[in-house]
């Protein structure tokens, strides 16, 4: 418990050094909210990576893996492929708009005001969802490595981890930020590497072996391994398998649409580094996910699916579980001690890498769009902008810390799931109509975005997530009546369709506007002149 303290300390010290250097280099607008276009491809992959890898894909997939076998891989595999959809679809394109957040994009042909206000209200929401995820991920963790109980002091030690964020964000900025997420991706990667390459060992490296203790293990034998223990159940029917393709359609659509991915693509000075930084974090985040079905069985084989649910319901401290398991069965005691701790620092380090990274892309949108754009009409300036950003990050921080300390006992990759639904259904069908389709005009982008965000948060409100489950928010109330848990196969296409609608019932178009959006996106003319501007 101890050496777990004094790692985590480490490492908050060194990011913490980071970040104030960062300030330092933080002079104007561009500095704070992309970093000054400074990152190499290289650089801005690992940050994506550590920006993309939480507490979710550490914890939320490994626990999801250990309880529920072949069913929870699939939470790697859609937010791997996810990546293919950021590639090709938007990556350079939003890097060519040279802004610095997605409602850039879409203002740039249409009236501004309604689309800044649209488009911020939902990355605060969706931002606010992730980092829900994360704050529970932190409670659970310091709930294993401190062997803290108490609700009150797992609370206390989600207050810490948000005010940890908010500093991060507040004096570094996208500098500050982006390097301590460069850190985090390396030592996580590293972490993770070290309990595969232990596990395979002590399995002989055969696969099959390990797959067949898992299948033991988990008591529920060789359907462990087959489709259909967590979605498509015979119990759960027709809505388990819906269910199943609404979470593949959220995953793999989400990525595209989140804020505090998106923001990642103004960090490079070219639409080559753009590609370059996408190509790395895919290799950075595939390798990484292959781990994760390794760290999933493994639990289940080692430590054994009771004992997580004895830890934590959910199983978001399998990955720290298996580390102190398997350093005690070929370390001794003080191995596995050992592991535990350092398992258990990278698991911090990834959730404050990630929580300033959400808590950055929220503040600036705050600040950048509503506050300058909308409240101030245009005639905020940079200093003022980014006071404001500091100012709301302290307010993001305070929301996201009272969500989370609602939610404990969700597990996190669900939670991020809802988020990546959430950024499908309102930020997805915006910002792929504003790039690809001529005629799409303000009344559609305002319909896509608010249509796509409310029928998700309805769907989720009226979900089993909120109550009439035995792992809801509140479980002593029932009012679902909508019977999935994740609403990505209902409210996307809502979406999509809204925007459609909005688009034709409205007669504005702007040829010209369309036209020079279609060249910079596609070019890169003009970007730096409109970042000047």
Not at 18 to 23: D, E, N, Y
Not at 286 to 299: D, I, K, P
Request: net charge positive; glycine share 12%.
């Amino acid at each position: 418990m101890t050496l777990s303290a004094v790692l985590f300390l480490v490492f908050v010290v060194a990011t913490l050094g980071i970040t104030f250097w960062a300030s330092r280099q933080t002079k104007t607008a561009a500095d704070y909210y992309a970093g000054g276009r400074s990152f190499t491809g290289f650089q801005n992959g690992l940050a994506i990576g550590g920006d993309y890898m939480s507490a979710a894909s550490f914890l939320g997939i490994a626990g999801i893996i250990a309880l529920s076998g072949y069913d929870g891989f699939l939470y790697s595999i859609g937010f791997l492929v996810a990546w293919l959809v950021a590639l090709l679809l938007v990556a350079e394109l939003m890097r060519n708009s040279g802004k610095f957040t997605m409602a850039d994009v879409l203002a740039f042909r249409m009236s501004p005001r309604p689309v800044r206000t649209a488009a911020g209200v939902s990355t605060i929401v969706v931002s606010i969802f992730y980092l829900l995820a994360q704050m529970v991920g932190a409670g659970a963790l310091v709930g294993l490595l401190l062997g803290v109980t108490d609700p009150a002091q797992k609370n206390l030690v989600i207050v810490g981890v948000g005010v940890l964020m908010i500093i991060y964000v507040v004096v570094g900025g996208m500098k500050g930020t982006t390097w301590v997420q460069i850190v985090k991706a390396v030592l996580l990667m590293g972490g993770a590497a070290l309990v595969t390459l232990l596990v395979l060992g002590k399995f002989g490296f055969n696969l099959s072996a390990l797959l067949g203790d898992a299948a033991t293990q988990s008591g529920k034998g060789e359907a462990f391994l087959k489709p259909g223990l967590k979605y498509g159940t015979e119990a759960q029917g027709l809505a388990g398998k819906l269910d199943l393709i609404s979470l593949g359609l959220a995953l793999v659509l989400g990525t595209a649409g989140l804020p505090h991915i998106l923001i990642r693509f103004y960090t490079v000075p070219t639409a080559k580094d753009a590609r370059k930084s996408v190509l790395w974090g895919i290799g950075i985040i595939g390798t990484f996910y292959l781990l994760t079905l390794v760290l999933g069985f493994g639990a289940a084989a080692v430590v054994g699916t009771k004992a997580i649910t004895a830890g934590d319901k959910a199983g978001n401290t399998a990955a720290p579980m298996l580390a102190q398991r398997i350093g005690e069965d070929i370390f001794g005691p003080i191995g596995g001690t050992i592991l535990l701790a350092l398992i258990g620092a990278v698991a911090f380090a990834t959730i404050l890498a990630v929580v300033a990274g959400l808590t950055l892309a929220s503040s600036s949108s705050f600040a950048h769009d509503l506050y300058a754009h909308v409240f101030r009409r245009g005639t905020a300036s940079e200093r003022q902008e980014v006071v404001v950003a500091k100012v709301s990050a302290f307010v993001i921080g305070a929301a996201s810390i009272g969500l989370g300390i609602l939610a404990q006992g969700q597990n996190v990759a669900f939670l991020v799931a809802l988020a990546f639904a959430v950024a499908a259904s309102g930020n997805l069908p915006a910002i792929l109509y504003s790039l690809f389709w001529k005629r799409f005009n303000t009344v559609g982008a305002v319909s896509a975005i608010y249509g796509g965000l409310v029928s998700a948060l309805i769907l989720v409100i009226f979900s089993p997530v909120v109550s009439g489950s035995a792992t809801a928010l509140f479980k002593d109330a029932n009012f679902a009546w909508f019977p999935l848990s994740n609403p990505g196969l209902i409210s996307i296409p809502v979406g999509f369709f809204c925007g459609w609608l909005g688009t034709v019932l409205s007669k504005e178009y702007n040829a010209a506007k369309y036209a020079e959006i279609e060249v910079r996106s596609l070019t890169g003319v003009g970007a730096e002149q409109a970042v000047k501007h």
